[in-house]
């Protein structure tokens, strides 16, 4: 007898099959896609070694493909295998499910519905628009499917009213869905340092939405931290994890800020056990808190010159070359000169005789040669 767990395997081998076919480096963007992806990846979890960044990194579109495929599959939900206190997930109190962008992360919206949750969803505007229309097209086919009569709705975080409209939902009983890792549009911009705080995430610090600290403070409602991934065997796995229940009359500044640490620590076990799994490689730069600059010391008699490719990659693109500074994540076009002298620096005598002097010294204080 076939089973549908047989059915859902044949259906994630044939996404496979399908992705196994695309050639990736003809694909538009690729390469700088890559290169920001492996740079991410060197800043957070630097014991990764940079040759296994580019199999990762299919490994992650494969993921993407599977999870679009999840939210187009109804039973999808009926194969996830629970974690932690099951209870998390029913319909007894209403709760702020932080989760983030690993695994078949829509998942949990899909299982909490299905459990007769009042779910809100909290997403940016661009996913609002991009994928609202699927989300609410598989809600509305779970309602139709189980004779659910709970209540979805779709909050943009992009909204003046959104911390209005969610804490009044809050506190009316329906649970809170939000993505603690952020998304592209949720990144820091100017002017809004004061909704942001430092947290440590691997090798560094990232800034990250405050809100939903807040939110939980205010309202009384705790915060369950969950976790989507996908096992070996592509069985998908929500894991839920100890709530983080605010103290009234506390300093919402603090709570916020040991609540946020707390979330981000929760997630970093999971995401170095399956980082292929987790989108946010992909935007995670944008939310980088800044380095203080190392400051180098210009030594005119050196030894053989090299490019500096700790620091620096060369991406041949179809306009022109392109420098790419890995730890500030900026991008220099460059001639094709340049490019060929980096490359070759060490059947070079000279590198000022053939830059100049100016130009050298440039090459030396930003690091690109040392």
């Given at each position: 007898?076939?089973?549908?767990?047989?059915?859902?395997?044949?259906?994630?081998?044939?996404?496979?099959?399908?992705?196994?076919?695309?050639?990736?480096?003809?694909?538009?963007?690729?390469?700088?896609?890559?290169?920001?992806?492996?740079?991410?990846?060197?800043?957070?979890?630097?014991?990764?070694?940079?040759?296994?960044?580019?199999?990762?990194?299919?490994?992650?579109?494969?993921?993407?493909?599977?999870?679009?495929?999840?939210?187009?599959?109804?039973?999808?939900?009926?194969?996830?295998?629970?974690?932690?206190?099951?209870?998390?997930?029913?319909?007894?109190?209403?709760?702020?499910?932080?989760?983030?962008?690993?695994?078949?992360?829509?998942?949990?919206?899909?299982?909490?519905?299905?459990?007769?949750?009042?779910?809100?969803?909290?997403?940016?505007?661009?996913?609002?628009?991009?994928?609202?229309?699927?989300?609410?097209?598989?809600?509305?086919?779970?309602?139709?499917?189980?004779?659910?009569?709970?209540?979805?709705?779709?909050?943009?975080?992009?909204?003046?009213?959104?911390?209005?409209?969610?804490?009044?939902?809050?506190?009316?009983?329906?649970?809170?869905?939000?993505?603690?890792?952020?998304?592209?549009?949720?990144?820091?911009?100017?002017?809004?340092?004061?909704?942001?705080?430092?947290?440590?995430?691997?090798?560094?610090?990232?800034?990250?939405?405050?809100?939903?600290?807040?939110?939980?403070?205010?309202?009384?409602?705790?915060?369950?931290?969950?976790?989507?991934?996908?096992?070996?065997?592509?069985?998908?796995?929500?894991?839920?994890?100890?709530?983080?229940?605010?103290?009234?009359?506390?300093?919402?500044?603090?709570?916020?800020?040991?609540?946020l640490q707390q979330l981000y620590d929760a997630f970093w076990p999971f995401l170095n056990r399956y980082p292929e799994q987790w989108e946010g490689w992909t935007y995670i730069h944008s939310f980088l808190e800044p380095e203080a600059p190392k400051h180098t010391y210009f030594k005119p008699n050196l030894k053989q010159l090299v490019f500096n490719e700790s620091r620096y990659t060369l991406c041949d693109l179809e306009q022109a070359p392109i420098l790419f500074d890995r730890r500030l994540y900026q991008t220099y076009e460059i001639t094709e000169d340049l490019r060929d002298l980096l490359l070759n620096l060490k059947?070079?005598?000279?590198?000022?005789?053939?830059?100049?002097?100016?130009?050298?010294?440039?090459?030396?204080?930003?690091?690109?040669?040392?």
């Amino acid at each position: 007898m076939v089973t549908t767990r047989h059915l859902y395997n044949q259906e994630l081998a044939r996404c496979r099959e399908h992705f196994e076919q695309i050639d990736l480096q003809k694909e538009r963007g690729y390469l700088m896609k890559f290169t920001t992806f492996s740079a991410n990846v060197e800043n957070l979890i630097p014991s990764i070694p940079r040759h296994k960044h580019e199999a990762l990194f299919r490994k992650l579109l494969l993921n993407q493909v599977f999870t679009t495929f999840d939210q187009q599959c109804l039973t999808a939900g009926d194969l996830v295998k629970l974690r932690g206190d099951s209870s998390a997930f029913k319909n007894n109190s209403n709760k702020i499910y932080c989760t983030y962008h690993l695994g078949s992360y829509r998942l949990l919206t899909s299982l909490l519905f299905r459990n007769g949750v009042d779910c809100v969803l909290l997403v940016g505007s661009n996913m609002s628009r991009s994928q609202g229309g699927d989300m609410t097209e598989h809600i509305d086919a779970l309602r139709k499917k189980h004779g659910l009569t709970n209540v979805f709705r779709i909050v943009e975080t992009g909204s003046p009213t959104a911390g209005l409209t969610v804490l009044r939902e809050l506190k009316a009983g329906r649970s809170l869905i939000v993505y603690v890792d952020g998304s592209p549009e949720t990144a820091p911009e100017e002017g809004e340092a004061d909704q942001f705080l430092s947290v440590r995430f691997g090798s560094r610090k990232i800034l990250t939405r405050k809100g939903v600290g807040y939110l939980s403070h205010a309202s009384g409602v705790p915060i369950v931290p969950v976790v989507s991934y996908r096992q070996p065997d592509l069985t998908n796995v929500l894991h839920s994890l100890k709530a983080i229940r605010p103290i009234a009359h506390s300093d919402r500044e603090m709570f916020c800020r040991e609540a946020l640490q707390q979330l981000y620590d929760a997630f970093w076990p999971f995401l170095n056990r399956y980082p292929e799994q987790w989108e946010g490689w992909t935007y995670i730069h944008s939310f980088l808190e800044p380095e203080a600059p190392k400051h180098t010391y210009f030594k005119p008699n050196l030894k053989q010159l090299v490019f500096n490719e700790s620091r620096y990659t060369l991406c041949d693109l179809e306009q022109a070359p392109i420098l790419f500074d890995r730890r500030l994540y900026q991008t220099y076009e460059i001639t094709e000169d340049l490019r060929d002298l980096l490359l070759n620096l060490k059947t070079v005598d000279s590198v000022e005789e053939v830059v100049g002097r100016e130009m050298f010294t440039e090459l030396m204080e930003m690091e690109i040669i040392h």
